[in-house]
């Protein structure tokens, strides 16, 4: 395992992080024996933002007695309500959210404080002039966190909030079809981003300048969604019309000026495997540079990465998941038995959703969720179990 330097907490660091996300549903025993292969092979950094109450107990039994040995980057405003992830501004729902991932993680502080989703400049102004800011900065005084981030999909907030002064690490969304997009795509409708033509390897402005920025402030990258939650693993699904492997996908994200961890999530023992095979190829395994030449079009707008940030939903649909099942649906003629059965297994599926359209402006990627959910309903209508 190769190790960078945090930006300018000066943390040492594994360039290939554990992402939290994919702990969700899985045993103390599961979640244990992803954290021992982790660190057998050498990752030292963890995302945790999940809110559910297992997985942060199962992720603190399978930290202890070795918490010192893994640098953890764990989110405030994330909370668990009515059953469901919520995003929140709250400021006591914050403190008891934080002090509940402390608890159940059995440790007094967090390496990294991680604001969550900050996307809008609404919502900027929401978080550095109110509660929250206040908040982080006093838990820092405190020594209960060491160092603060945020996390964003955006790359002009994100700028303003390496200029503030006061993050040191950004969490930001990297692959090659959120930097690449083809000249015909507006993507301002996604995240203001200027469609470039793809001659060779060319990077969004914005997104360029958000890089060289961080790498300057000294302000480090942690990387979300380097796989397009697999997307880019499948030539059919991915915008590029090849696949690429996770190794190339790592590799992409590591090129990046100011990045420092690719933070992937497993599921599994195999997955972690996966992800540190990188450590041992050879250059010519990691190079992505063949994506670049299929003459395909690129688009990422409005593909759906599972990440539910459109949460909460009246109806407490799993909106990502039903979404990961319709995905898998429609790769068939038929809509295989498997998949029909973990649909119709959910606690509420698209036939309970209101298309009230609430989901839908939380959306970072612009979804069109409601389109999704009325999809969803004609491929599962007639898979329902009798």
């Known amino acids: 395992m190769e190790y960078r330097v945090l930006g300018r907490t000066g943390l040492r660091v594994s360039e290939i992080g554990l992402g939290g996300e994919w702990f969700n549903g899985l045993t103390v025993e599961e979640s244990t024996a992803i954290v021992d292969a982790a660190q057998e092979n050498g990752i030292n950094y963890i995302d945790i933002f999940m809110p559910q109450a297992p997985t942060r107990s199962h992720l603190g039994a399978a930290l202890a007695g070795r918490r010192e040995q893994f640098i953890i980057q764990g989110h405030l405003c994330t909370v668990f309500e009515d059953g469901q992830y919520t995003r929140t501004r709250d400021i006591e729902k914050t403190r008891r959210s934080f002090e509940d ?11 990294v ?4 989703y900050v996307d809008s400049d609404e919502d900027f102004r929401t978080v550095f002039e109110g509660p929250v800011l206040a908040y982080a900065l006093e838990l820092k005084r405190q020594g209960v966190i060491r160092h603060i981030g945020m996390s964003s999909h955006n790359p002009h907030i994100a700028l303003r909030a390496v200029e503030s002064g006061v993050v040191d690490v950004l969490m930001f969304s990297i692959n090659p079809a959120y ?7 507006d993507i301002y409708d996604l995240m203001e981003f200027k469609g470039m033509e793809r001659s060779g390897l060319v990077v969004d402005e914005a997104r360029q300048r958000l890089y060289s920025a961080c790498e300057a ?24 019309g090849v696949a690429m492997t996770v190794p190339q996908c790592i590799q992409y994200c590591l090129d990046r ?11 599994s023992v195999e997955e972690v495997l996966e992800a540190v095979r990188y450590e041992h190829l050879p ?8 994506i670049f030449h299929t003459g395909a079009a690129i688009h990422m707008t409005g593909r759906c990465m599972y990440c539910n940030h459109c949460q909460p939903c009246p109806a407490h649909i799993d909106i990502a998941a ?7 649906a429609i790769q068939q003629e038929t809509v295989p038995e498997t998949v029909a059965q973990h649909y119709w297994s959910l606690s509420a599926t698209a036939d309970d959703c209101l298309m009230c359209g609430r989901c839908e402006p939380n959306c970072p990627f612009g ?14 209508a007639h898979t329902a179990p009798v």
Do not use: W
Request: aromatic share 6%; with cysteine; glycine share 6%.
């Open 283 to 290: 250059a010519k395994e990691r190079d992505y540079s063949h």
């Open 179 to 185: 930097d690449m997009e083809a000249a015909d795509t």
């Open 113 to 116: 404080g991680m604001i969550h």
């Open 257 to 267: 000026n100011g990045v420092k961890v690719v933070i992937v999530g497993c599921h």
């Open 101 to 111: 991932l402390l608890e159940r993680l059995h440790t007094d502080y967090i390496d």
């Open 217 to 240: 402030a000294g302000v480090a990258i942690t990387v979300m969604k380097p796989l397009g939650a697999g997307t880019l693993l499948s030539a059919e699904r991915s915008p590029f």
């Open 367 to 380: 979804v069109q969720i409601r389109k999704n959910m009325a999809r969803a309903r004609e491929v599962f």
């Open 322 to 328: 039903v979404t990961k099942f319709l995905d898998l």
